[in-house]
Nanobody, 123 residues
Framework: QVQLVESGGGLVQAGGSLTLSCAAS????????MGWFRQAPGKEREFVAA????????DYADSVKGRFTVSKDNAKNTVYLQMNSLKPEDTAVYYC????????????????WGQGTHVTVSS
């Protein structure tokens, strides 16, 4: 069983920055595909970013490319999502998740989820 704990959400003005953290614990936590997803009010959960266990491969949703950066610290079993140039449409609950495959952007391929952290971007 993998446990995930997100932190770092909050309220920020448009154009500002936030860094989310996701601390993972449990078996295989350090060798798993890690992803970030978000869910805005009234909308479906959507893919934001993913990073392979090695940290050598990353991918981003088109809506966040060039603004968000995903990274990981294997020594700390922690994944980060650096979010810059935030927009009001980035407002959502952000979830980190552990994937069951080498790489995927589909939420169905992620089998462990954190509790989520709220990000609110004011205009």
């Amino acid at each position: 069983q993998v446990q995930l704990v997100e932190s770092g959400g909050g309220l920020v003005q448009a154009g500002g920055s936030l860094t989310l953290s996701c601390a993972a614990s449990g078996p295989s936590a350090s060798t798993a595909l890690m992803g970030w997803f978000r869910q805005a009010p009234g909308k479906e959960r959507e893919f934001v970013a993913a990073i392979t266990w090695s940290g050598l491969s990353t991918d981003y949703a088109d809506s966040v490319k060039g603004r968000f950066t995903v990274s990981k610290d294997n020594a700390k079993n922690t994944v980060y999502l650096q979010m810059n140039s935030l927009k009001p449409e980035d407002t959502a609950v952000y979830y980190c998740a552990v994937g069951s495959t080498y790489y995927s952007t589909l939420s169905n391929d992620y089998n462990y989820w954190g509790q989520g952290t709220h990000v609110t971007v004011s205009s």
